[in-house]
Structures are given as C-alpha cells and as structure tokens.
C-alpha cells in the first residue's frame, strides 16, 4: 500500500479497503486528511497524485524492442534461411551467403514493422473511451477524468455510475451495486454507511465500500476515494485480465485457417520441386534456398497482422467519425447489420427540448414565443396575471432535478426545458421555496416522477404531514390515473379525462412531446394542474441516413417512450413512417399472441410507449428471423437489450456508465447519422480485407507456380533466393497494407447487407485470382524463355524476369484496390496511402536493379530505358484484362436482370 512523505508535511496513506469498512466514516475521512463537502483544494490534489501516481493501471512491462526484432527470427522458415546462409558460407559461397543475410535482415524487419504497428493500433484503441465521475474539490462539483481521482477525494456516485475507484461511502440514499465482476453474484449488493465487524472480509461482505469497476444499479452515494489504480482491489483483477489474451475476431480466425491451409499446399509443392530438381540432378544447396525461399513468400503469414492492422485503423477511423468500437469483431459484424432499432429522443432528434405549448386544467391555452414571452389567448402572461399557469410551471419546477448553469441545461432535457420555461418568466428559484422530503425517481417504466414537499416557511414544530404536498410530473395517462380532480377545483371526470387526452393528441400530431403535472396531499388523490408540450427538432442529416440505408437493404425501426401521435409525426418527418405503415405499442407486444408477435414486429416500423424490456422482446423476434441487429440505448434498464443485440449502440454523452459497458459501440455524438456511418465503414473494412487476400494469395500462387512449371520444363530457376523474398516483402508490406485502407466507395454503401454466414474466399474471387496467377506466370515465364534462347542463364535474365513479376504485381495491386469498379471510375489518386506504398516498391525495385551494393545483393544488373518500358506495357496486361473482367460483368449483369429490392444484380455478383 502507497504511503509517502512529502516535503510540507506528512500525506495520509491510501487505506486498505478492509481496513477502512471497520472505522466510521469520520474517523476514514480524518484520517486520510479528507473534507467530504468541500473536498480537496488544488495543491493538495496536486500532492497526492505525486504520492500515489494516477489513478490508472500501468500497461504490462514492455519487452525491449531488441528482444520483440529478435523474436521475429524464431520462426522455422528463417531459421532454415539462416541454415542456408550458413551452409553457404561454409561451402564458400560468399556471394550467396551475403545475400541470403541481407534478404532475411530485411524480410525480418519488414515483419517486425507490421507486427509493432498491429501491437500500437491495437493499444490506441483501449484508450478510446477515458471513464469519467462527479468529484467534489475546491467546494465545487465536478465532472472529471476518474483517471485524475486521488485518495481523499469526495466521490458522488448514482444509478448508471461506474464506480471510479475504491470508496468508503459516507453517505447512502437506497445505494445498490452490480458486484457481479468481482464475486460473480448477480443479486446487487444494498451499501450502507455503518461500520463493520473486523470479521467481515471479501468484496461481498464489506458493505460500506463501493469498489472500482462496479455499477449502481439503484439510488445514489457519496463518499471518499480510498484506493486508486493499482493499489484498489480492482487492481487484482486487471493484473489477471492482462494475462488474457483478447479472443481472435471470426475473420482473423478464418485467415489464420486460410493461412494455415496455404501453408499446407505450398509446402506440398515446394516439396514436390524440391524432388523434382533433386531428380534432375540440380545442385542441392540451390535447390534448398530457393525452396526454403519460396515457402517464406508463398505462405501468407501477414495475412492475419494485416487483417488486424486494417481492423484497429478502420477502429480508429470511426472513432474519428463518432464512433467507438469497442471490440475488433464488431467491426465485421457491421458490414451484416440488416435491422437498426433507434432511440427517438436524442439520437433521431436534437435532445434539445423547449415548451412550446401549454395547457391548463381550467382550458386555458397558452403558448411560447420566440421571444421567450408567453402569449395565453392574446394576453402575455406575467408571474401575477395567470395563477394556473404558474402552479403548472411550479410543479414543473419542484418536480425536477436539472439544474440551470449559465445558460446551459445540466440534467435531463424534458426537466431543463421547464427550468428554461420558468426561467423567460422570471419565476427563478422556485424549487428553493421548498424543501425536499421524499422523492420517487422518474422511470421509462413508470413514465413519471414525484417528489413529497414542504415550503421552507414551514414551521419546524408543526408534524410534517400537516403542510406536505405531492408534486407530479409525467406521461399524460399515467398522471390522470393519480388524480380525482382537476387543480381550481371540480372533480375529474371522464369527459374531461377525455377532452385532456384528446388535447394531448392533437399536439402530438404536431410531433410534440407531452408532459403532465399535477399536485395534492395524497399521491392517490391529485389535482390535475395541466399539461406542458415540447417541441425537440429531428437531427439534421437524420433523414438522409435512414433513406441510404433504407436504398441499402437496411431496414430502421424507431423506439420511443413517447406517445402514439408523437412519434408518428417524428417518424413521419423522418421518412420512417406512412399512414399506412404499422406502429405497435408497449402494451400490444404484451398482448399479442406468440405466433403473430414475430411477424408484427418485423413489419412495423414505428414502436411507442415502450420500456427498456420491449426493446429485449424486439431483438430477439428479430434475431429469430436471423435479422443482425443493432439497437441504441442509453439508459441502465437499457444494458439487456444492448448486450442482447448483435450490436449494441450506446449513447457516450446521455448514456449511464452501465449502457457504455454494455453496448458493443459507443456513439460519442448520440448521432444516428454516426450508426450509418460506422455501417460504411464496417462495410468497407471487410470489401477492403477481401481486396488485399486478393492480392497476396495471386502473388503467392503466381509465384508458387512459376518456380514449379520453369522446374517441370527443366528450365533453371527463373527467380533466387533473394528475389523471391524481395516479392514477399511487397506482398506483406506497404502495397498489401495499403489496400486495406481503400476509400469508403459508395457503390459498395449501396450494396445489402452481408449475410454473416458468408465466406470471405468464394468461387468468383478464386476464379479472378487464378485468372490473374496464371497471367503474371504467363508473362513472366515467356520473358523469361526469351531471355533464355541462348540456353545460358545471365544475370541479365533473372534480372529482366524478376523486374516483369514485381512490376505485374504493381498493375495487379493497382486492380486489387476494387472488385469491379473500374481504375478510371475510382481514380488513380484517391488512395494516396496506395501511391506511396507502391511508388515505394517501384523505387526500390529500381535501387535493387540499379544501386551497386543492392545489385550485388540480389544478383541483377541494370536494364536499359528500353527493357522498363517494354516490361512495364507487359505486366499492364493484367491490369487491362481486368478492366474487361470488370466491364464484361457490368454489363452483362446490367442488361440481364433487374434491380431489386434496391441492390442489382451486379451487387448480388461482387458479394457472392
Ligand atoms: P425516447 O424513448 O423517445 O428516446 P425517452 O426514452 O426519453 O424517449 P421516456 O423517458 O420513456 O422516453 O418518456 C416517456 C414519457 O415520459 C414522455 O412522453 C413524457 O411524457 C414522460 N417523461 C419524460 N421525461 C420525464 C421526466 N423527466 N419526468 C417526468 N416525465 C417524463
């Protein structure tokens, strides 16, 4: 445990969590030098953090990158490389020994380079999501980083919180926790302020600590910051978590089979050359190096780094768009999602509410201005002119825990809107005449809130119940069911029940979101008071999103706790609903029989009146069609349905902590318009995925097959040692890579959903790789026999050879970059990360032909301007070919058969 002396004066120790649960919560905060109102000053702050360090988790001891490079040579092909080199040194081929080093060296690096890069990608996607707490210090309540937490500091923790170091709480209002991390038990835990018995031990039975890396689940506390990082009992956990390796994505399981399969077959193959040059009566030290060689190019084993590498950037792509992934697989699952279920409130609209209408229970209509002023039947009203309407205004104001700060609305919208509304009135400090004696907090479930108070005149002498009254604020029905009558006196009856109700409606068809208040004694006997309607604006570029997705097979489904009317019209206004579209409520997915529940939800489009558990029932109706689902959420009862969803969209600034742990992706702008584009992206990362295993698996078999048929012809080698591995280099490194951050194209947005069953290497794409294979093998080996007719092997031969494969695979990567796009229609500048990596390769090629030292190295000589050119219209035959593969298949598929439900047949092809 950290303790330290500072030089002004001796800091308090962090404390065991055991140790402070048997002291009272005055003696904890004494002794760790504590203020629990006004909380630590600056300076202090600043001390302990030097004393204690941040409240943070270090990252597992690094491994020196000398000791990571030098990992990378044990791998059993460049151990045999090292083998060969070494066998040629001592049969005193200098010349081969030199080379075969340098080419390793380089292969090596090469490797070295991707492996760091996938390591620091994936680092930087940890640090996407800093958890944040309300932390009391210089007497001013703060939302802050938990990271910057130091022991001794006055913590507030509430429903949805994660718990952000260890606590000793002080304070308690119905505090439960989710300690379901640490002890498994999934009944919360109930917390209490009281000190315990020295007997109780364990994170089950301390009952007065709230541990780091829980969630409140009910009511909220205060108290002081005990441990933090390391030093809290989370720290164990996260030392066990580190030595777990995060599982592999579904695709970079399938590639390490794919790559393990490759392995399988090349190697069966260079065996089989091996043999045959053995047979032939080659020399046998050649024939291993080139063998050996061949295997460290032909097996793809950069696949699955290049598939996380394009995995972690697409991460760190969407971050930069607003969204947070929070695991690598959810990134493929994107590309399939055919259903989003979306939150109205906030993430389809502004989450910007303002009144725009009242109405009281004595009939009187009233609405807000622009100006802010009140107009009531062409009277503008003042705090005196309109008593009912200020009573409404006063239970909306009671009746509310936001808070008005500068202008800016701390809390929930639908309550600052009322703040707001008090506030164009001069009606300030409302809530202050009252004092607070009970409180039944607002749910979706519920669909109301109350609060029991008294005014502050009141005489402490007198018993409570004497000057109490009931404040309530919520969903229109709901509140009528609390009142018998209506606030200026009269009862409620049911033809006024029916004329509030149908006031209601006729501003929810104005796409107005509807709130109630009413007052009394009893809770069971109010006064209804009236009604308060709020406009909250659709989000812009809201409805252009939905109808891309709509025109890409993706269907959107929107959710809202509002009424019926409501979200009609806001679904309306969206393009997500018609007249003769089907909208289904709360209540109805209760009622209906099983076997219409499935088909009723699959065909609706607008849900209302729902609570946090309809959204579990409409997830899972829709997986049962084999839907993959997305599903926004943002509040704690909401972490089912997330974790349910195949992907689970929470809200990063309205959400609780709990729905950000629980959903798979983070929308850090509560912005629809962020789940399309993370769809895009999604979509993309895996079409550009496919683009590179393209391109390394016609690389590798165009060079498998050259070196088997020249040693079939019994034709010398056309490419060595150094040169294959120079032709790996370009297949794993930059050109390869570059592939996978292909721009997001808008042809493949169009295209539907990705079915997720679907394989990544089919029929078709095979076929464009052995069309392509066979190409470069064509080319390369008539080069290569015209070379030859004088029957004498020059380096000269190797060189123009090995120069026409790299510079087929330069045109070959350049037709990588699209399915079935052509270059001209995508542009041959779009990619600039492409251009650098080839124009790189190109250089190099270049230096290995022309440079000395490197010719020396890989055995070349240099080529007239001549040779270049005429290399380099050859190798652009693959590219033509497949511009006409790509043309062909365009029309073709145009004239053939018809576009339907908004993808053609074209689409249907590429993603086959
Ligand atoms: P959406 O589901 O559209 O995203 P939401 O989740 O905010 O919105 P709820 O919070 O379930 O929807 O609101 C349902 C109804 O409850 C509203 O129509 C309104 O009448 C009422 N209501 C909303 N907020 C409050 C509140 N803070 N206090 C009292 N009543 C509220």
């Not at 999103?545 to 509002?562: E, F, P, Q, R, Y």
């Not at 500048?829 to 790189?840: E, I, P, S």
Request: charged share 20%.
């Amino acid at each position: 445990m950290s303790c330290s002396i500072s030089f002004d004066g001796v800091l308090p120790c962090a404390m065991r969590a055991s140790e402070a649960a048997v002291s009272t919560a005055t003696d904890v905060v004494s002794r760790l030098g504590a203020d629990i109102s006004a909380g630590l000053t600056a300076e202090e702050v600043e001390r302990r953090r030097k004393a204690f360090g941040r409240n943070e988790f270090t990252i597992k001891e690094e491994e020196p990158l000398s000791k990571k490079y030098l990992n990378q040579f044990n791998d059993p092909l460049i151990l045999l490389l090292l083998a060969s080199a070494i066998i040629s040194l001592i049969a005193r081929q200098l010349d081969d020994a030199f080379s075969i080093t340098v080419a390793i060296v380089i292969v090596v690096t090469v490797a070295f380079v991707q492996e760091y890069r996938s390591e620091r990608s994936l680092e930087a996607l940890s640090q996407l999501i800093p958890p944040k707490c309300h932390c009391v210090r210089s007497g001013i309540m703060q939302e802050m980083l938990a990271g910057d937490l130091v022991p001794g500091d006055t913590v507030n923790i509430s429903l949805g919180d994660r718990v952000p170091a260890d606590i000793r709480l002080t304070e308690v209002v119905d505090l439960e926790v989710d300690e379901s991390s640490f002890t498994g038990e999934t009944i919360p835990s109930r917390k209490s302020t009281l000190p315990q018995s020295a007997a109780c031990k364990g994170v089950s039975q301390l009952k007065n600590i709230a541990f780091m890396g829980t969630f409140v689940c009910s009511g909220h506390g205060k108290g002081v910051v005990i441990g933090v990082g390391e030093d809290s009992e989370f720290g164990s956990v996260f030392r066990m978590m580190q030595n777990e390796e995060s599982p592999k994505t579904p695709l970079q399981k399938s590639m390490s089979t794919l790559g393990k399969q490759l392995s399988f077959y090349s190697l069966l193959i260079i065996g089989c050359i091996m043999l045959l040059g053995w047979l032939q009566g080659r020399h046998l030290l050649a024939m291993f190096t080139i063998g050996v060689s061949l295997a460290v190019a032909a097996i793809p084993e950069g696949l699955p780094i290049v598939v996380t590498v394009t995995l972690a950037l697409g991460v760190i792509r969407m971050a930069g768009r607003h969204a947070i992934v929070k695991r690598l697989p959810i990134v493929e699952t994107l590309g399939c999602v055919n259903v989003v279920c979306s939150d109205k409130t906030g993430t389809l609209t502004e989450n910007k509410m303002e009144v725009t209408r009242l109405y009281t229970a004595s009939r009187q209509r009233a609405s807000v201005g622009k100006t802010g002023a009140v107009d009531c039947e062409g009277c503008v009203v003042s705090p005196s002119s309109h008593p009912d309407i200020v009573k409404m205004i006063e239970v909306g104001c009671v009746c509310n825990n936001a808070q008005l700060r500068g202008g800016q609305i701390i809390g929930h919208p639908t309550e600052g809107a009322m703040l707001a509304l008090a506030h164009k009135l001069n009606l300030f400090g409302l809530r202050d005449q009252f004092v607070r004696t009970e409180e039944r907090t607002f749910s979706s479930e519920k669909k109301w809130m109350g609060v029991l108070v008294r005014p502050r005149s009141h005489q402490v002498t007198e018993p409570p119940s004497k000057n109490e009254d009931w404040y309530m604020k919520g969903a229109l029905d709901v509140v009528l069911r609390h009142c018998t009558t209506i606030s200026g006196g009269g009862l409620l009856t049911p033809s006024l029940h029916e004329h509030y109700m149908s006031v209601a409606s006729e501003y929810g068809h104005q796409g107005l979101r509807v709130v109630a208040m009413a007052y009394g004694r009893d809770l069971n006997d109010l006064s209804f008071a009236g009604l308060m309607a709020m406009w909250d604006p659709p989000r812009e570029n809201v409805r252009d999103a939905i109808a891309n997705l709509h025109s890409s097979g993706v269907s959107v489904k929107m959710i809202t706790g509002d009424a019926k009317e409501t979200g009609e019209a806001i679904a309306e206004q969206l393009g997500l609903w018609s007249p003769d579209s089907v909208s289904l409520s709360g209540d109805d997915l209760e009622t209906l029989p099983p076997h219409q529940l499935t088909d009723s939800i699959a065909h609706c489009s607008l849900f209302y009146r729902v609570t946090p558990k309809h959204k579990v029932t409409i997830v899972k109706s829709l997986q049962s069609l084999g839907k993959i689902v997305a599903m926004t959420g943002d509040g704690t009862n909401d972490a089912v349905a997330l974790k349910r969803a195949d992907i689970g969209v929470a809200m990063g600034r309205s959400g609780t902590d709990v729905c950000r742990e629980a959903g798979d992706m983070i929308l850090t702008d509560d912005n629809f318009s962020t789940i399309t584009a993370a769809i895009e992206e999604g979509k993309m990362i895996y079409y550009n995925i496919r683009n590179f295993v393209r391109f390394q698996l016609s690389t590798s078999i165009a060079a498998l097959s050259l070196i088997t048929l020249s040693t079939m012809m019994g034709l010398p080698n056309p490419l060595n040692a150094m040169q294959i591995l120079w032709i790996n280099i370009i297949m794993d490194g930059p050109p390869a890579q570059s592939l996978g951050v292909e721009p997001v194209d808008e042809d493949i947005m169009k295209r539907p959903p990705r079915k997720a069953t679907d394989r990544m290497v089919t029929l078709p794409l095979l076929f464009q790789i052995v069309t392509t294979s066979l190409t470069i093998v064509a080319g390369t080996l008539w080069v290569f026999r015209k070379e030859m007719e004088d029957k004498m092997i020059t380096p000269r031969d190797t060189t123009m050879t090995f120069t026409c494969f790299v510079f087929f695979d330069m045109f070959n990567a350049l037709s990588c970059r699209s399915m079935s796009k052509s270059l001209f229609s995508i542009g041959l500048f779009t990619n600039r990360m492409f251009l650098y990596a080839v124009g790189g390769s190109i250089v190099g090629q270049l230096l290995v032909i022309y440079f000395p030292p490197l010719q020396a190295v890989f055995q070349t000589e240099a080529l007239s301007g001549g040779d270049l050119l005429f290399l380099a219209t050859l190798a652009s035959s693959v590219l033509v070919l497949d511009e006409f593969r790509k043309m062909f298949v365009r029309r073709f598929f145009k004239k053939t058969r018809p576009r339907e439900h908004g993808c053609s047949a074209m689409d249907i092809v590429c993603t086959i």
